[in-house]
């Protein structure tokens, strides 16, 4: 019985292990990997037919998120040429002077401009997203000289340490900027903004941290998501049109990283992220 016992426990273990490895591969499977995330065809003819619905609905997930992609970049295509010719308007009704405009006027020449402004931002970025997958991600970067070029671009100062990496020096620069940005626009009155970066083993670790108001617990994750506001009346005022977080958190998944929000002790937030 023993014997039996045993053996039974090492052949039910064999036979069990193909139904484990295609547990732990559905566990790994995300938006982005669904190209990785196959499995090969089983011997076992009732695994096999799994295997394959599997993949099949593999595929099925990756044209739709396709044609969501695609549909993303043809609108915000289109929507660039009207916009185009309302901010040419614009231009050249600025460009002449018009006593005769009342008050009204004025304010409403005002607005318009405005949120023509904020609909150019949005498609750019909105651009900028559905294109994140065809940039090369191959540059060598020197990751303390473009820190310290971000803050030379908003006249701030900072210093970290030296670090190289491999990625798309276009969209990490993006990142970071994107980031200091938004700890700047949340501080208060003379608040402090933090960025560091090291290196441990084989991950780069970058942190912007700030001295502003917070974000409560709740509301962490969600502040990645594409025109989520903590505090709408105020982000109104801020400018930025509610996706700036959001390409940050694709910009990191392409560079196959992770970002976390977490409090800052002495106040604040801090926007830690890890390639």
Request: glycine content about 6%.
């Amino acid at each position: 019985a023993l014997l039996g016992g045993v053996a039974t426990y090492f052949i039910s273990g064999h036979a069990l292990r193909p139904i484990r490895e295609l547990s732990d591969k559905i566990e790994k499977v995300q938006a982005q990997n669904l190209a990785d995330s196959r499995i090969e065809e089983n011997q076992v003819k009732e695994l096999n037919q799994l295997s394959v619905s599997y993949n099949r609905m593999l595929e099925r997930l990756s044209d739709a998120f396709e044609i969501q992609r695609q549909f993303t970049a043809n609108a915000a295509h289109e929507l660039r040429t009207p916009l185009a010719l309302m901010q040419v308007q614009l231009d050249l009704y600025h460009s002449n002077s018009h006593p005769d405009n009342d008050a009204d006027t004025v304010q409403m020449i005002k607005m318009v401009t405005e949120q023509n402004d904020r609909l150019n931002k949005m498609v750019k970025t909105l651009l900028d997203m559905s294109e994140l997958q065809t940039v090369g991600r191959d540059d060598e970067i020197i990751l303390d000289a473009l820190v310290d070029e971000v803050l030379e671009d908003i006249r701030l100062i900072g210093k970290c340490k030296d670090i190289t990496m491999v990625g798309s020096d276009i969209l990490i620069y993006r990142l970071v900027y994107n980031l200091v940005e938004n700890a700047i626009k949340y501080n208060h009155s003379g608040g402090q903004v933090t960025v560091t970066a090291d290196r441990k083993e084989k991950h780069v670790y970058l942190s912007v941290e700030d001295t502003g108001t917070g974000i409560p617990e709740e509301l962490k994750e969600r502040v990645f998501e594409p025109f989520f506001r903590v505090d709408k009346s105020r982000s109104r005022e801020l400018g930025g049109v509610g996706l700036g977080l959001a390409l940050v958190r694709e910009i990191v998944r392409v560079h196959d990283g992770s970002i976390t929000v977490k409090s800052n002790p002495s106040g604040g937030t801090i926007f830690e992220v890890v390639l």
